[in-house]
């Protein structure tokens, strides 16, 4: 199995951009996910297959990816932004689920 | 729009097995993968496993020796077992549905996820 490495904090002012990053030597081959969860609920889709933003989604939620590092960027930070956001991709074989140990975003 | 439900025992003694059913509704089981995921404060999301309607099954190799994951088209169901739990195994299960996308694995719908506590 593999891991996917997300930095444990990010705190940023509102109407700044926060970049969480997503890492692993896995991510070449694979699409890489965005969930965010705020306290007490489910993950929500925010990014799909890189970059891609599900309906819904505002349009200041954006995913892109350089090398073996994929990045969610929010720009515009609001306060509503507050949760915890994990990434997610699959092993090799494409079958098999892994999840980042996710990001903590602070809005300060 | 799909909605999902957990429903199942809060408790759960050591070396019994968990077993929990996802309720699906707005939407048929047919044509898609469906899954289990549980959150813990020590392992954060961890990926248990998934079920297409036809009965074909994956699971997470760490947990494939005690996991067996059911489906019953008939009730728009699919459940989850977890045999011999331990306190490793107190965490919150969600169940989800993995997106009808070709070459991708990700998931779309999420019920609101139930507690499971194994004390120790």
């Known amino acids: 199995s593999y891991e996917l490495t997300q930095s444990p904090s990010v705190s940023v002012s509102p109407g700044q951009a926060a970049r969480i990053t997503c890492s692993a030597d896995i991510l070449p081959k694979q699409y890489t996910y965005w969930y965010q969860q705020k306290s007490g609920q489910a993950p929500l889709l925010v990014i799909y297959?890189?970059?891609q933003r599900p309906s819904g989604i505002p349009e200041r939620f954006s995913g892109s990816r350089s090398g073996t590092t994929v990045t969610l960027t929010i720009s515009g930070v609001q306060a509503e932004d507050e949760a915890d956001y994990y990434c997610q991709s699959a092993d090799s074989s494409g079958t098999h689920v892994v999840f980042g140990g996710g990001t903590k975003l602070t809005v300060l | 729009q799909v909605q999902l439900r957990e429903s199942g025992p809060g408790l759960v003694k050591p070396s019994e097995t968990l077993s929990l059913t996802c309720s699906v509704s707005?939407?048929?089981?047919?044509?898609?993968?469906w899954s289990w995921i549980r959150q813990s404060p020590a392992k954060g999301l961890e990926w248990i496993g998934y079920i297409h309607y036809s009965g074909n099954t994956n699971y997470n190799p760490s947990l494939k020796s005690r996991v067996t994951i059911s489906v019953d088209t008939s009730k728009n169901v699919f459940s989850l077992n977890l045999i011999d739990v331990t306190a490793a195994d107190t965490a919150t299960y969600f169940c989800?549905?993995?997106?009808?996308?070709?070459?991708?694995?990700?998931?779309?719908?999420w019920g609101q996820g139930t507690l499971v506590t194994v004390p120790s």
């Open positions: 297959k890189d970059s």
């Open positions: 989800a549905r993995v997106a009808e996308d070709t070459w991708s694995l990700y998931f779309d719908a």
């Open positions: 707005g939407g048929s089981l047919s044509s898609y993968y």
